[in-house]
């Protein structure tokens, strides 16, 4: 766990739950929402089609009655045959005349192809429906539409002709009826024409929307209800044990971190005393022989490696912890390559590997921590010198961005490179290959270039690598010329100790 990001507080992660309890809930109801304006249409469409049905039933039903009253309407008592001029479509029309007249909204006519009258005349809807019978379609077609702007059912069902309908419309063609048209050669079966009604929808469509209102209503008081509780479970089961175990473990974490910076930091004392033993034993005038020598060599080498461990382990573990604050201050960023190559050349004269600097002359003055660029630098090239054969060479260039506010660090090297599966997970904590055969780098902690990164990002800047397997790698960390000062708080030790 990285301890510089801080475990959620218990006020946090009930946020966190009330905004994603909210996102579904409010998922919730717009699904809730379309699904019931579907139901609604559905629900109007139904209603409104079941009562068109129905009127058309007694439609039929008045229809069928004078059709089959023909004869007793016709025939006097003595049993002679007298056309009243009462028949079935006289009977229909006037019976939607008065329905018509008598209802609000509400129109009942009968319509027809060829029209005998200008009252049969089909409109639009009309026309649809009788080429829809016509075609051999279902007996009945129906639209929603509108009517002075109100919702309203246009309704047909066919009319077909029977047998006492032969009477007025059968055969022959072109003579003419009891009634005085003439006759169309009509035969039992053919479509005679069609009921319309249009059926006003508004009652429906108020009773819908006020069903919608109180299921949108009941939806949001079960939604509310289930949020809260559910909110509650969580805060109760889930918020306050996750927030006592981060506790515990950010505390674990911390003492691991501060144990681990004491013991290095109580190591790096007689490590650097033994450098300082090697150096005054290299200065004396003693004679030694050349076993000797190596010997000490080897042990100044492999001292050198180890405080440089322990250093960037120190470093680590307060930048974890959140408390390696940044020294900004006017830095000459010749004096921190300087100081790195004082550090890295007999390394790489140790080595046999060309080592070489670059500063481009139209880098101002920084305003920086140069003791973080330092480190930077001497961990990249220390690198690079581990993963360098003999022969090879490794080059450090500054340069300036061309926007002037930014400056780019580039350690090049001439060794094997790194696969790409490495290469993305080059900048974890203890991340790491073994050195190449040859090299006279000794394996790291694996810790160098991550903390790298996180000086690199302490500084506002970035760090990447392009690397070739076989040829080399570019490790560029691109830092502002000026950072800012937040992060130069007090941490509680002493600076000469970084």
């Not at 200065?283 to 020598?293: C, F, G, I, P, T």
Request: with cysteine; aromatic share 6%; net charge negative.
């Amino acid at each position: 766990m990285d301890a510089t990001r801080k475990p959620p507080s218990l006020r946090t992660l009930s946020l966190r739950v009330a905004v994603v309890i909210a996102v579904i809930v409010g998922a919730a109801g717009a699904v809730y929402l379309v699904w019931c304006d579907g139901a609604e249409q559905c629900e109007v469409e139904t209603k409104v089609l079941a009562e068109a049905r129905t009127l058309n039933k007694q439609m039929t039903a008045a229809w069928d009655y004078i059709d089959d009253a023909q004869t007793a309407i016709n025939t006097d008592k003595d049993g002679s045959y007298d056309f009243k001029n009462v028949y079935c479509a006289v009977a229909g029309k006037g019976i939607a005349r008065r329905f018509t007249q008598t209802s609000d909204g509400y129109v009942i006519r009968y319509v027809r192809e060829n029209p005998r009258t200008g009252t049969d005349a089909p409109d639009g809807f009309e026309q649809r429906a009788l080429n829809h019978f016509t075609v051999g379609g279902s007996t009945e077609y129906y639209e929603m539409s509108e009517t002075n702007g109100a919702p309203v059912l246009r309704y047909s069902s066919v009319l077909t002709v029977r047998n006492n309908c032969l009477e007025c419309h059968g055969g022959p063609a072109g003579e003419k009826d009891v009634t005085g048209f003439i006759k169309e050669g009509m035969e039992i079966g053919d479509v005679a024409g069609a009921v319309s009604m249009v059926i006003p929808m508004g009652s429906y469509v108020r009773e819908a929307a006020a069903d919608k209102v109180r299921s949108v209503a009941f939806f949001v008081l079960l939604a509310l209800t289930i949020a809260v509780s559910l909110s509650l479970v969580l805060r109760r089961w889930v918020a306050v044990p996750l927030e006592a175990a981060n506790e515990q473990l950010a505390s674990e974490n911390e003492e691991q971190s501060n144990f681990l910076a004491l013991m290095s930091h109580e190591l790096r004392t007689p490590l650097s005393s033994i450098i300082a033993f090697t150096d005054i034993w290299e200065k004396s005038d003693r004679v030694r022989d050349a076993e000797e020598e190596r010997l000490v060599g080897k042990i100044k080498e492999s001292s050198s490696v180890l405080l440089a461990m322990v250093n960037n382990t120190i470093d680590v573990a307060r930048l974890e912890a959140g408390r390696l604050s940044l020294q900004i201050d006017e830095v000459d960023l010749v004096d921190v390559i300087g100081a790195v190559f004082a550090v890295a050349d007999p390394l790489a004269l140790q080595q046999g590997v060309a080592l070489s600097k670059s500063v481009d002359p139209a880098i101002p003055v920084m305003r920086t921590d140069g003791e973080a660029l330092r480190k930077v630098l001497l961990n990249l090239v220390s690198n690079a010198l581990k993963f360098t054969e003999p022969g090879g060479s490794v080059a450090v260039a500054a340069q300036l961005d061309p926007e002037g506010n930014r400056v780019r660090l580039v350690v090049a090297d001439t060794g094997r490179g790194i696969a790409p599966e490495d290469a993305v997970r080059i900048f974890e904590k203890f991340a790491r290959a073994a050195p190449c055969e040859g090299c006279g780098g000794t394996p790291g902690s694996g810790l160098g270039l991550y903390l790298v990164k996180g000086l690199v990002e302490r500084l506002g800047g970035e760090v990447s690598v392009a690397s070739t397997v076989g040829e080399g790698s570019v490790f560029t960390a691109i830092v502002p010329l000026v950072v800012g000062e937040e992060g130069r708080e007090d941490d509680g030790e002493d600076s000469a100790c970084r």
